[in-house]
């Protein structure tokens, strides 16, 4: 069993940027694919990016070139930088993980999820 705890949200202008982190409970932190999702009200929920357990990572074309996920396995930790935020980033950001080591890109392919942290991105 994973507990994973998001924080890092907030509210920010147009072009900020924002850390969130992710971090899980356990000792076997590494061997997990991980990934970062969101839902903006209104929209289903959609894939951000993913880090495998080697740390190969796959990013949603939306986001390339402005976020980066990473993990620090020493610290049970995932994050995802975000720069150059936009309105449309606004959602809640949910991190999740896997139970396997190579990288996940659907929801389904996630065993456990956080409980969220709200990005709010003003014009």
């Known amino acids: 069993q994973v507990q994973l705890v998001e924080s890092g949200g907030g509210l920010v202008q147009a072009g900020d940027s924002l850390r969130l982190s992710c971090a899980a409970s356990?000792?076997?932190?590494?061997?997990?694919?991980m990934g970062w999702f969101r839902q903006a009200p209104g929209k289903e929920r959609e894939f951000v990016a993913a880090?495998?357990?080697?740390?190969?990572?796959h990013y949603r074309d939306s986001v390339k070139g402005r976020f980066t996920i990473s993990r620090d396995n020493a610290k049970n930790t995932m994050y995802l930088q975000t720069n150059s935020l936009k309105p449309e980033d606004t959602a809640v950001y949910y991190c999740?993980?896997?139970?396997?080591?190579?990288?996940?890109?659907?929801?389904?392919?996630?065993?456990?999820w956080g409980q969220g942290t709200q990005v709010t991105v003003s014009s």
């Open positions: 999740a993980a896997a139970n396997r080591g190579w990288v996940a890109l659907s929801a389904s392919d996630f065993n456990y």
């Open positions: 356990g000792r076997t932190f590494s061997i997990y694919a």
């Open positions: 880090i495998s357990s080697s740390g190969y990572t």
